[in-house]
Structures are given as C-alpha cells and as structure tokens.
C-alpha cells in the first residue's frame, strides 16, 4: 500500500469536516497510525493544531488505558499537504507506575513534518488545586455573536470575540472557541480537541510592528492541560505576546472554562520576521 498516494483515499470516503472526524485514526502495525487527508483539491498547508491534536490521539492510542494527556511539546519541521495522508509513529519512551512518555513523528512520504514528545499520567484524585490567574472580565459567548473562521483549516469551530479594549492586528488574541460536533466520551479524546484550539490564533497580534510582519510561520509548539476541559463547550483563549528577537517571536497563553477553571497553559514560538519566509 502506497501511504503517500492520494488515489488510494478518492473514493473510498468522504474527507473529514469535523474535528472528531479528523481524530479517528486508521490503525497499522508496529504503533503506526494514518490520518486522512483534508483537501482534495489544490494545496493547502495543514492547520497546526491539527496534525498536534492528531499526533496526541496516537500517542494516547498507545498508552495504558488509566493514562490521561498532561503535557506536549512539538516541532514543525515543515509544511505539510493538507490534501495527502499523514503517518504518525510513535515510539514508546517509558511506562513507569503513574507516566507514560510518547514520542510521534509525522511523516508524508519520507519527508518528517511534525515531531512531538508527550506525557499521560494516571490521575490522582486527591492532588492539590491551584491556579494563580483568574478568568478575564469578558462577555460569556452567549452575549457575543459568532466570529468568521476559514472554515477549510478550523472545521467546526465556532469563535466569538469580546471586545476586550486591548487592540490587535489581523488575528483576535482573546476569544472563546467550541467544537460543534461531539467528540468521543474519552478524556484523551477531550484534551485532543483542547490541543486543536490551542493554535487557533497567536497573541503576537498584540507585539508591536505585527502590522509590518507576513504570515507568522509556527517553529514549535507546547501545551500544558491541567484540568480536563469539555471543547464542546465553549473554552476562553487568552493569548499574549513575551518577546521577538531575532526573527522569531514568542507567545503565551491560558485557556479557561466558563467556570473560570484554568484548563491548560500554551507557548509557542514563530517567525517574527518581515520577509515572512517558511522555517
């Protein structure tokens, strides 16, 4: 079977349009796994959160079944084709008594795209709870009316801005954000779908000169889940920059529940860089 041909997937079904769609994975031997591809026509770059979100549902496809997603850090090593499949490797660092580390790599053709190391954990109920930020002050979603996404890389996203007073250029910074179509009844499955919202947008938009800088290629990528979050329900993003140096910038971020629950924690790393060349 040829994993890099197309032809192999026209006609044999429809191509994803939901996130849950895009996290069902074929299974092959050795702790391979095959995505589907997005696009059938043209070429069109794959959404980072996506192939995250995917390379995470491997990861935990391999994990014993009380190990749930904590942590990711992934590199993007190149662009890939939205409109061909992509094969996830993982490899199977450890499984000690309470963590499972994961590493995945994904390929298309012999060209590694995307290479992440993960960690799950088995819960523990009686841990402590902390979180030393607070939700901000923003309208709930149901008082906001619904964002434009492009919805050929977002799906069935659905956004809503608030109107948070702080100005930003080309990509809102603070948003709420759901998943329409209900996603499989499994914690890692959920923190998948986190991991696909986390890249949605960058909080670079509020860096100073953004307005003089291209597209904002991303460099590499990590998430922190502390809370298991439902994303079919509606998540708060709130994204800020740190600092750009060097042709690169660098952001963070926090996403909340409607409680007001810290979810998770995000950095990213990307070109900050006025020729707006591809990494």
């Known amino acids: 079977m040829n994993l890099t041909s197309r032809e192999v997937f026209d006609g044999e079904q429809v191509t994803p349009t939901a996130v849950a769609e895009l996290l069902t994975l074929r299974r092959l031997p050795h702790d391979r796994f095959l995505a589907d591809p997005v696009a059938v026509t043209g070429r069109r770059a794959i959404y ?16 014993p079944g009380d190990r749930v997603a904590h942590s990711l850090h992934g590199y993007f090593l190149a662009a890939g084709d939205a409109g061909r499949p992509v094969e996830l490797r993982v490899d199977r660092d450890r499984d000690g008594g309470r963590y499972s580390g994961r590493r995945v790599t994904a390929y298309q053709g012999t060209t590694a795209i995307f290479s992440m190391g993960c960690s799950f954990s088995r819960p523990k109920d009686d841990a402590t709870e902390y979180q030393a930020v607070e939700i901000p002050a923003v309208p709930p979603p149901a008082e906001l009316v619904t964002y434009e996404l492009n919805a050929s890389r977002t799906f069935d996203l659905e956004a809503r801005v608030p109107d948070g007073g702080q100005p930003w250029y080309r990509w809102p910074a603070q948003f709420w954000v759901r998943i329409r179509e209900p996603l499989d ?32 290629p991303s460099i590499d990528h990590a998430v922190w889940l502390h809370r298991r979050g ?9 994204l800020h920059p740190l600092a750009a140096s060097g042709g690169r910038g660098v952001y963070a971020g926090q996403i909340y529940d409607q409680r007001g629950a810290l979810v998770a924690s995000l950095t990213q790393e990307s070109l900050f860089d006025a020729t707006g060349g591809a990494p």
């Open 48 to 63: 980072g959160g996506q192939i995250a979100a995917q390379a995470l549902r491997a990861a935990s496809l391999t994990v």
């Open 230 to 238: 439902d994303p079919n329900d509606w998540l708060l993003l709130d």
């Open 185 to 216: 009844d499994d914690p890692n499955a959920r923190a998948c779908g986190v991991v696909f919202v986390s890249d949605l947008c960058t909080g670079l938009s509020r860096a100073p000169e953004i307005e003089r800088v291209g597209l904002l």
